[in-house]
């Protein structure tokens, strides 16, 4: 333990030994440093913070590293202030997990006194590890108890049933975008005469896409085909939008649980379990590898002045199209952020009505009309990049001291959420912890909880996916008996 405890300590000072002479010479360079050396020393006690901080460094590398027709000037000079953002948000990150592990009782040796809050207090026996960068053992990976295959498999039925009926309300007979000659077109198209509660039922694809993976990685062997089938199914469905990024968001959080949580082995061996996960960990990368030489594909195929630029640059090539691919996948945003902090002060702030684009139509016509993407896509003329990263809606909002605050909430939040779910054996505690991990990783791109209301449905399902796991929640409280006075006479 003490050993541990001075090893961290000494990583942390070789860590700033080697960022700040390189942030010296290149203060861009000494950020993709940070990042990277942070991911390393949190690998082991906090992974997801981890992985997010590896995911900011990877992106900020592609800007600095890979050229590409959007690059410019902004989005590098915008690193470093990118970074002292993206920093308020890992540490209260870290600071939010060490909250939620302070103070909690050890189940084993002291039961609790009360029933916990279900969708706080963790079900099952707690641990005091894992909470901090250094100095804390881990905890073993919890076991999920799933429902029955026949609840499991009727729950998902009915998932799929919605799925179908949102899908036949956004396309009205049309053919769906993943069939169009131009994707990207068809797809604009379908969003102008899009709405809310299409786009609410739409989230069955995703909840149904991520449950079914889940059950296949970590469930009982067991009519596994069942929900292997199923799986192909929602994701189809979820790619007929012709969007990457509505196939992976059910895909990763599947992934990141299933890497979160033990599988129902009946009697693995610790190295059969490391195979498990090394099998886990290549189809996530194959599903990724898959969604950017497809993306590239997509972006060869499509017509404007980016799409031009794109393939004189790369040419038909797939290994550069595919390197291209990701380089915009990674970089747009931060370039966009690049531009948008170079104009901020053109935009007054609009104390919180960015942040609840969410509501559409109904926060504009109580507090007005706000567009952050006519803004971004006007200031990436003559591409029209839209997103840019987690911290555009918050310094829209509240300006940088505003921003850097919102984002350390966040932080705070995501953390203690993160860690609370993260003993439980529930699956729908750990799908709803992977969301959260996605979403806050997907920081990347955009603060995209803010933007799109798609958590609206995606909560209530998780909530409902509960309750039919635990037969005893649907159980209606005992109410106490009625009893007339009577009177002697």
Sequence with gaps: MIFQKYLTIGLWVAA??????????????GVVAAFAAVALIAARSAMWLAVCSAAWSLVFLAVITVPGPYDSPAGRNAIPVLGVFVACFLAAWYVGRRLAGRGRPNAAAEPPKAPPLWWIQPAGHDRLSGSSFGGATRSTRPTLQWPSDRRLTAFLLVVLLIAIVGAALKFRGELPPLFADNPDVARAELGLRS????????????????????????????????????VLVFTFGAALGASKNSVLVGIVPALVAALSTRRESGGMSAKQRQVAALVVVLVGLGVVGGAVYLGGQRTLAGTGTFEDQFRAQYGGNPIYTSVGSLDLSLSSSVETFGRLWEHREEYDPAWGRYSLTFTGSVGERLLGPVDLYKITGGLSQPFYMNTATFVAVPLMDFGPVGAGLILALTGLIVGFAERRLSDTHSPAHHLGRAFLIYYATFGVYEYYPVIQPFWLSLVPGIVVFYLVSNRSKLAMPAWPKLVMPTWKR
Excluded: C, D
Excluded at 200 to 228: C, D, F, H, P, Q
């Design 195 to 230: 709405n809310i509660v299409v786009g609410l039922l739409a989230e069955a694809w995703t909840l149904g896409m991520a449950i079914s993976l889940l059950r296949v990685l970590n469930g009982k062997a067991e009519t596994r085909w069942r929900y292997l089938l199923l």
């Design 16 to 29: 700033v030994a080697v960022v700040v002479p390189i942030f010296l010479v290149n203060p861009a360079a």
